[in-house]
Nanobody, 130 residues
């Protein structure tokens, strides 16, 4: 069974930065290396939205328009961890951030559809406020 644990959230002022981590724990030896992993976020009263996705070796990445130029996704397969560097944070970035694994091996991150992802973590809360 695969589990993701997100961390790195917190309270930050507008314009600040945070680095989120998504660590995979695969007791069964499940290899996340062959799968795209994405970050999603959900604010109270809003639908879950895709933030960023990274392909198996980092060659493919995708970002929501709202975060392009401010967020950077990366992965370290040796550690089984995906990162989301968030800079120039805005109050509208406030949400619970989740990571999940795309169901299809070698997916190239062409779209964000929560329906296509499994093994959702519990999330980490990001609050941007002065």
């Amino acid at each position: 069974q695969l589990q993701f644990v997100e961390s790195g959230g917190g309270l930050v002022q507008p314009g600040g930065s945070l680095r989120l981590s998504c660590a995979a724990s695969a007791a069964s030896g499940f290899m996340v290396d062959y799968y795209a992993i994405a970050w999603f976020r959900q604010a109270p009263g809003k639908e879950r939205e895709g933030v960023s996705c990274i392909g198996v070796d980092g060659g493919y990445t995708n970002y929501a328009d709202s975060v392009k130029g401010r967020f950077t996704i990366s992965r370290d397969n040796a550690k089984g961890t995906v990162y989301l560097q968030m800079n120039s944070l805005k109050p509208e970035d406030t949400a619970n951030y989740y990571c999940a694994l795309h169901r299809t091996p070698y997916y190239t991150c062409s779209r964000f559809r929560a329906f296509d992802y499994d093994y959702w973590g519990q999330g980490t809360q990001v609050t941007v406020s002065s």
